[in-house]
T-cell receptor, first 115, second 113 residues
Framework: NAGVTQTPKFQVLKTGQSMTLQCAQD?????MSWYRQDPGMGLRLIHYSVGAGITDQGEVPNGYNVSRSTTEDFPLRLLSAAPSQTSVYFC??????????????FGPGTRLTVL | AQSVTQLDSQVPVFEEAPVELRCNYSSSVSVYLFWYVQYPNQGLQLLLK??????LVKGINGFEAEFNKSQTSFHLRKPSVHISDTAEYFC???????????FGTGTSLTVIP
């Protein structure tokens, strides 16, 4: 299993540009989440999904959209990039609690810089 | 609401010395507790977790943590650190009936030769 994969690893955008961060998992996990990591602030939840077709907002959802058309994929869209979105983005997945609770598995991250 | 506090943002310690990284949480309901480690330029990986049972939990790389319900704490310990333990450590909480994980702000452990 590849686990949780994220692309790209690095990205530089100009203010106002849009882009999609890709996340995929091959573990058949129901739950998937997007976090951003900023110095001194730990990980903050952007959006999450409990299954295909179901998404919900986390702590810092503004400026981001998500969709979950398949179990495997959970892309994160930046609609109009702003310098405040410069961060490291992590995707994570975990199985449904009914299958035996487990921890979250994290992808390697995407480092995004918005100029 | 749930919150996680890691009081120490940076912890320098000499090689082979013991270390304790502190984590306190606030929750009105029962929780699951986790410690994750992040090596430079990498993602997070699980060190250990407390779900139920024994309050002393052993994890990978010689780390252990003790769940103290009365003090709402889940401190991470290692009796003798190595250079390779230099990393960022995150405490996280998940309530038993919820989906979200709540992370602390992290503790940067630096092991000095």
């Amino acid at each position: 299993n590849a686990g949780v994969t994220q692309t790209p690893k690095f990205q530089v955008l100009k203010t106002g540009q849009s882009m999609t961060l890709q996340c995929a998992q091959d573990m058949n996990h129901e739950y998937m989440s997007w976090y951003r990591q900023d110095p001194g602030m730990g990980l903050r939840l952007i959006h999450y999904s409990v299954g295909a077709g179901i998404t919900d907002q986390g702590e810092v959802p503004n400026g981001y959209n998500v969709s979950r058309s398949t179990t495997e994929d959970f892309p994160l869209r930046l609609l109009s990039a702003a310098p405040s979105q410069t961060s490291v983005y992590f995707c994570a997945s975990r199985p449904h609690r009914d299958r035996g609770f487990n921890e979250q598995f994290f992808g390697p991250g995407t480092r995004l810089t918005v100029l | 609401a749930q919150s996680v506090t890691q009081l120490d943002s940076q912890v320098p310690v000499f090689e082979e010395a013991p270390v304790e990284l502190r984590c306190n949480y606030s929750s009105s309901v029962s929780v699951y507790l986790f410690w994750y480690v992040q090596y430079p330029n990498q993602g997070l990986q699980l060190l250990l977790k407390y779900l139920s049972g024994s309050t002393l939990v052993k994890g990978i790389n010689g780390f252990e943590a003790e769940f103290n319900k009365s003090q709402t704490s889940f401190h991470l310990r290692k009796p003798s650190v190595h250079i390779s333990d230099t990393a960022e450590y995150f405490c996280a909480v998940n309530i038993l009936t919820g989906n979200q994980f709540y992370f602390g702000t992290g503790t940067s452990l630096t092991v000095i030769p």
